[in-house]
C-alpha cells in the first residue's frame, strides 16, 4: 500500500502534493477519533505511509531550501512555516540557543498576526503552561500539537509541540516581521522539562530528514540607498548544501547536550594570543547561538580583547573610536563604501578538533563591526556600525555576526558543529573576509581548557550532610554524658530527701 501511495505521489505536482499529504493525515486522524475502539483504525499505518512519501528526495533537495531565512540588523533571522490545517502562515525566529516551538496565539501590538488554534482541525490541547526566560525578554504560552510544515520544504509535514504564546514582555519585536520562535536545541533544555519534544527531534524521528541541520547567515544583503534594510540566508535541514561554502570544512566536537557547548583554546587579535588561562575563554560554557545578535565573551575575556583590539586600531585611525563605542553605546559612521576595515584587526578564535588538535575560525571585522543600515547628514550617505564584541555574565556566545562569516554545520548525529567559509557576499569584497585554517597541533585538550562547574548534585548535599551530623554527634556526646551524670546525681539527692521525710512523718 506504501509503495503504490508514493508511486502516485510522485506523479504528482509538488503544489498538489502537499496538499495529499496533509490531509490524508488529518483524515486518517479524525477517522481514528471518531471509530470506536474494536475497529479503531491504527495511526502508525497513516504515519507509514507518509514516511514512505517522505523518501520521495528530489535532486534539488538541499538547494531547493536556498535563501529561506531573512531578518533585519539587530532583530534575528526568521523562516517561514504552515502551521494547522488549513495551513496559517507566520514566520519563526531560528534559534540554536533555545529549544521550544512557540508562536503568538493572541494578539500583541508588536506584531501583524498569529495562529488562531480554534480554526486548525488538527489542532490538540495538552494545556501545560510553559514559561521561558531569555537574557532579554520572556513569554508564557499553553502547550499544544499541530501540523507544521515549511514552505521551502513542502513535502515535509510533521506533528509537532506547539506553544500558544499568550503572554510576553520584550520578547516580540516591532517591526521585526517574525511571531514565533523555532528552538533547535536539545531537548535538556526545553522549559518546562526535557519531556517537551523539540520540533527538530519531532522531525528526524516522523520522517527521513537525518538529524543534522545547517546555516548560513548572510547579514545584510545590500544597503545601498535603502531606508528598510534587510538580511538573508539560508537554513538546510537534514544535510549540507556545498553551494553555500568554500572548503576546508573543520569539526569541532559538542562537549555537552543541552546548547551547542563547544571549547575554544585560544584567542587571537592580528595573530597576537590574549595569554589567558583557556578555562576563562570558556567560563562558565561556550555556545554557538544563532539567537544572539553579537559575540559576547567572559568580562574579563572582554577586557583584554578590547585592549588588544583598541591598540591596533588607534595606531591606523587619526581619530580612534571613543569609548562609547567600545562599550556598545555608540555608533560610528563612515562615508558610503568608505569604511576603514583594513583598520581593524581579525578577531581568531581556536576551537578543539581532538585532543592536542585545533583549527580556528578567523573573524573579519565585516563581521564584528555590525552594520545597522545607513544615515544621511548634510552632505552623503554613510554607513554605520556598532562594536558587536560585548561581556557577558554567562559564557562565550557565539552569535550571528560570527556566524554571518561561515557556513555552521550542527551534525547531532555526530555531536559536533562545522565551520567553513561562507560564499556571502562580503560587504567589501576587496577587504579581508572570514575564514578557517587550521588543523594545529597544540598542548590543550578538553580537560584542560572547559569550565567544569561545581558538582551540587544530591549525593554530594547527603555526603556534606552525614559527614557535618557525625561532627555535630561527637561534639553533642560529651555534654549528653555530663547531663546525665548530673541527672544521676540529682536524683540521689532527692532520693535521700525524700526517705528522710517519710522516716520523720512514720515517727
Known sequence: ?????????????????????????????????????????NLLRSRRLVNAALRIKDVKFFSQQEDNLSGKPGQGYFIEVEIGTPPQKLNVLVDTGSSNFAVAS??????????????????????????????????KGT??????????????LVR??????????KFFINGSNWQGILGMG??????????????????????????????????IEDSKNKTDVSMGGSLILGGMDENLYNPPLFYTPVYKEWYYEVVITDILVNKRTLGMDCKEYNFDKSIVDSGTTNLR????????????????????????PPDKFWSGMDILCWAQDRTPFDAFPMITMSLLMNKNTTFNINISPQQYLRAIGNSYDTSEYQDCFKFAVTASTTGTVLGAVVMEGFYVVFDRAQKQVGFAQSKCNARDVTKRRSFVDGPFTVNADIESCVYIKPQNDQTTLMTVAYVMAGICGLCIIPVFVSLVQWQIQRCRRKRQSITDVDGLLKE
Not at 527531534?201 to 547579514?219: A, K, N, R, Y
Open 186 to 219: 536539545y531537548a535538556t533544555i526545553a522549559r518546562p522539562d526535557s519531556s517537551i519534544v523539540p520540533f527538530f527531534d519531532s522531525m528526524t524521528e516522523s520522517t527521513e530528514i537525518e538529524d543534522i541541520f545547517s546555516m548560513q547567515l548572510c547579514g
Open 297 to 320: 565573551v567572559p568580562k574579563k575575556v572582554f577586557s583584554q580583547l578590547v585592549q588588544l583590539i583598541r591598540s591596533e586600531v588607534n595606531v591606523v585611525l587619526p581619530n580612534p
Open 106 to 139: 493572541a494578539p500583541h501590538v508588536d506584531i501583524t498576526k498569529y495562529f488562531h488554534k480554534d480554526r486548525s482541525f488538527g489542532y490538540r490541547d495538552i494545556g501545560t503552561t510553559i514559561y521561558v526566560p531569555y537574557t532579554q525578554g520572556n513569554w
Open 143 to 156: 502547550l499544544g500539537s499541530d501540523i507544521v510544515q515549511f514552505t521551502s520544504l513542502p513535502n515535509v
Open 160 to 169: 509537532a509541540n506547539i506553544a500558544g504564546i499568550w503572554s510576553s514582555e
Open 1 to 41: 500500500m506504501a509503495a503504490v501511495y508514493s508511486s502516485v505521489l510522485t506523479k504528482l505536482p509538488s503544489c498538489l502534493r502537499t496538499k495529499v499529504l496533509r490531509y490524508t493525515f488529518v483524515f486518517t486522524l479524525l477517522f481514528t477519533l471518531t471509530l470506536g475502539d474494536g475497529i479503531r483504525v
